[in-house]
């Protein structure tokens, strides 16, 4: 289905703050309590739209984090300095604010449990905001599915949800996270320390295949996400 006939059917909806939790120094997750949410799918997303005083809009789209069993849509956002909205969104906005959104948007990139194959997640920096959603759906479905997630970020403080992966990972041996980090890394860190390359994938995917089509992967089942530079 069209993005457009998409959000013609879709209105503008007022929610309201209920909680901001601190992922990173510089990113945020914020939990939005929306009347009459419709419910999601994990990989869905929502546009939010913020009017200054003088009737000046900016509108930029966020990939949904929280699961669909969650009563709560809770996106994450990066703070980017020199954006139009996303300093606001981390840095000013408070428990009890209200916030313009709209959605859920998207059916392309999307994961249902139970799942029918294993699942080979890779994501960079905040690209890993939908895949959270898909790996929250699974654990509150109870599914397990074999799940891989491979994550590059800069640093180890950069690591989106660090805490919440490790401990879903401890607690699931069918879910597997690794991670990658590209500038730098502790003493004694056990992980990647490269960009994504061609070795890091066969080594994390499963022995059928490695770098996707090339090496197996039904071109079908993979799926990317791009929003294009709208996360300011």
């Given at each position: 289905m069209a993005r457009g006939t998409v959000l013609g059917r879709l209105a503008w909806k007022i929610g309201e703050v209920d909680e901001i939790t601190a992922e990173t120094p510089k990113v945020s997750s914020i939990a939005i309590d929306v009347p009459d949410w419709p419910g999601h799918l994990a990989g869905q997303h929502v546009d939010v739209r913020l009017t200054?005083?003088?009737?000046?809009?900016?509108?930029r789209s966020y990939s949904i984090a929280s699961a669909p069993e969650d009563r709560r849509v809770t996106i994450t956002v990066e703070r980017l300095d020199d954006g139009e909205v996303s300093p606001y969104l981390v840095g000013e906005l408070r428990a009890g604010d209200k916030v313009e959104l709209r959605g859920p948007i998207g059916g392309f990139f999307v994961w249902r449990a139970p799942g029918d194959r294993p699942v080979l997640l890779i994501a960079g920096g905040s690209g890993v905001v939908p895949l959270m959603a898909m790996i929250r759906h699974r654990a509150a479905a109870g599914d397990r599915t074999p799940v891989r997630l491979l994550?590059?970020?800069?640093?180890?403080?950069?690591?989106?949800?660090r805490d919440e992966l490790e401990r879903l990972a401890a607690g699931d041996p069918s879910l597997d996270v690794r991670h990658t980090l590209t500038r730098s890394h502790p003493d004694g860190w056990r992980g990647y320390a490269r960009r994504l390359d061609r070795r890091m994938i066969e080594d994390v995917a499963w022995p059928a295949a490695s770098l996707l089509v090339e090496h197996g992967y039904d071109p079908g089942w993979i799926k990317t996400e791009r929003f294009g530079a709208t996360g300011g």
């Amino acid at each position: 289905m069209a993005r457009g006939t998409v959000l013609g059917r879709l209105a503008w909806k007022i929610g309201e703050v209920d909680e901001i939790t601190a992922e990173t120094p510089k990113v945020s997750s914020i939990a939005i309590d929306v009347p009459d949410w419709p419910g999601h799918l994990a990989g869905q997303h929502v546009d939010v739209r913020l009017t200054a005083e003088d009737g000046y809009e900016a509108q930029r789209s966020y990939s949904i984090a929280s699961a669909p069993e969650d009563r709560r849509v809770t996106i994450t956002v990066e703070r980017l300095d020199d954006g139009e909205v996303s300093p606001y969104l981390v840095g000013e906005l408070r428990a009890g604010d209200k916030v313009e959104l709209r959605g859920p948007i998207g059916g392309f990139f999307v994961w249902r449990a139970p799942g029918d194959r294993p699942v080979l997640l890779i994501a960079g920096g905040s690209g890993v905001v939908p895949l959270m959603a898909m790996i929250r759906h699974r654990a509150a479905a109870g599914d397990r599915t074999p799940v891989r997630l491979l994550c590059s970020s800069r640093t180890l403080e950069d690591v989106i949800y660090r805490d919440e992966l490790e401990r879903l990972a401890a607690g699931d041996p069918s879910l597997d996270v690794r991670h990658t980090l590209t500038r730098s890394h502790p003493d004694g860190w056990r992980g990647y320390a490269r960009r994504l390359d061609r070795r890091m994938i066969e080594d994390v995917a499963w022995p059928a295949a490695s770098l996707l089509v090339e090496h197996g992967y039904d071109p079908g089942w993979i799926k990317t996400e791009r929003f294009g530079a709208t996360g300011g």
